[in-house]
T-cell receptor
């Protein structure tokens, strides 16, 4: 079985550009989480969805960040406009509610110059 | 959100057992105790979880205190590949906000 698939794995962009990160959860999972990881702040929960509905987006840093889950097999995290302080590794994770075990993707490393 | 506290770092010699502690004094009756680990340059991976009874799997054992206010992840024989950051988190269901603390950075000495 394929695990959680994230793309791109690496992205380098310039300040002010739009960035879109993508995630394909494991088939059949009904919860999806977006995390951001930096050395200074560790793993931060940005937003999570259950059955494609956003449940809590209180971790989204500001209006420049938005996330969507149009269907059970796809989610995006968009940053517009990007800033250097957004540089981080962004992880997507999915789970099946009844078990609670989270499966993480390999992450998308974002560098904003 | 229920919180956990863990030591920032620990060291172990290779092939010796490792006991990684976690305190969760505000745990509620329906919170499961989950452990994850993050190897360098990878996403976190599930290790083990439990509710009240001790649990064993191929990766580790989880010992849960009788009052559930603390738990210990046990690696029976540490290998160099076990060097990672270990996170202890509480989760009622995956409807919950799943919050990761700073975790314990485990170093394994050859």
């Amino acid at each position: 079985d394929a695990g959680v698939i994230q793309s791109p794995r690496h992205e380098v962009t310039e300040m002010g550009q739009e960035v879109t990160l993508r995630c394909k959860p494991i088939s059949g999972h009904n919860s999806l989480f977006w995390y951001r990881q930096t050395m200074m702040r560790g793993l931060e929960l940005l937003i999570y969805f259950n059955n494609n509905v956003p449940i809590d987006d209180s971790g989204m840093p500001e209006d420049r960040f938005s996330a969507k889950m149009p269907n059970a097999s796809f989610s995006t995290l968009k940053i517009q406009p990007s800033e250097p302080r957004d540089s981080a590794v962004y992880f997507c994770a999915s789970s099946l509610s009844s078990t609670g075990e989270l499966f993480f993707g390999e992450g998308s490393r974002l560098t904003v110059l | 959100d229920a919180k956990t506290t863990q030591p920032n770092s620990m060291e172990s010699n290779e092939e010796e057992p490792v006991h990684l502690p976690c305190n969760h004094s505000t745990i509620s009756g329906t919170d499961y105790i989950h452990w994850y680990r993050q190897l360098p340059s990878q996403g976190p991976e599930y290790v083990i979880h439990g509710l009240t009874s001790n649990v064993n799997n191929r990766m580790a054992s989880l010992a849960i205190a009788e009052d559930r206010k603390s738990s210990t992840l046990i690696l029976h024989r540490a290998t160099l590949r076990d060097a990672a950051v270990y996170y202890c988190i509480l989760m009622e269901t995956s409807y919950d906000k799943v919050i990761f603390g700073p975790g314990t950075s485990l170093s394994v000495i050859p």
